[in-house]
């Protein structure tokens, strides 16, 4: 069912769990190229893009300490249908120059595939756990502290892993992360730009973090002679 530009709005607020009232403009198809979904996303046709500026994230778990970067938000709602179609919540200013892109369309599929991971759609009921309680569990009981994160992408998926049944899932990237330790002897010798990530996987219904995986990697640098 088609929602109108005040109903995306108090859908964007409840989907995030964030409180601000943000700003929310009409946009074309989007033409992002998320695994999996993105044919699916290109379909759905317009979207309301919803932005808030100036963000600090408030995640109970982390008892009072205080969101180290101001973030710019940005999410995306099917106008028709009112399906959340991602997001992004990044620091103000340039990402450090060690964050590489995540791969995005064949080229992540391939490696998700790869781990036995697939996304087989978008759902069409809302999720019970907000983006906010989802970084909140990522912090208590996943991997990564979502406030160190100079990054943050989001989207909200039907999951599948090794054959299990489907679920409402949030996908949740951290980049520009510190870098996670590297283990065994040839860790010393995998560049940070593999290693200041991770994606971490929560259940949408009940808030439990499934798995977390530095998958999908970025493609390697261009070296320049």
Known sequence: MAINLEQARAAAMTLTGIAAVPTIT???ASVERAPFVGQLVAGLGPVWQIAWQGIRLSLPSARGAADRHARNV???IAQGTGQFLGGTIRAEGELPAN???TPDGDVAQAQ???LGESYEGLPRLP???SLVQA???I???GVGNPLQAHEIQALYVTHVRRGGAPIPAWVITLNGIPPIPHKGPRGARVPVWQRNHIRNVVDANTGAPLFATTVPQPTAPLLVS
Do not use: E
Request: hydrophobic share 35%; glycine share 4%.
């Open 26 to 28: 009409p946009g074309p």
């Open 74 to 76: 940005i999410i995306r």
């Open 99 to 101: 964050v590489r892109p």
């Open 112 to 114: 998700l595939r790869q």
């Open 127 to 129: 999720p019970r756990r």
């Open 135 to 137: 970084l909140d569990a």
């Open 139 to 141: 912090l208590s009981r």
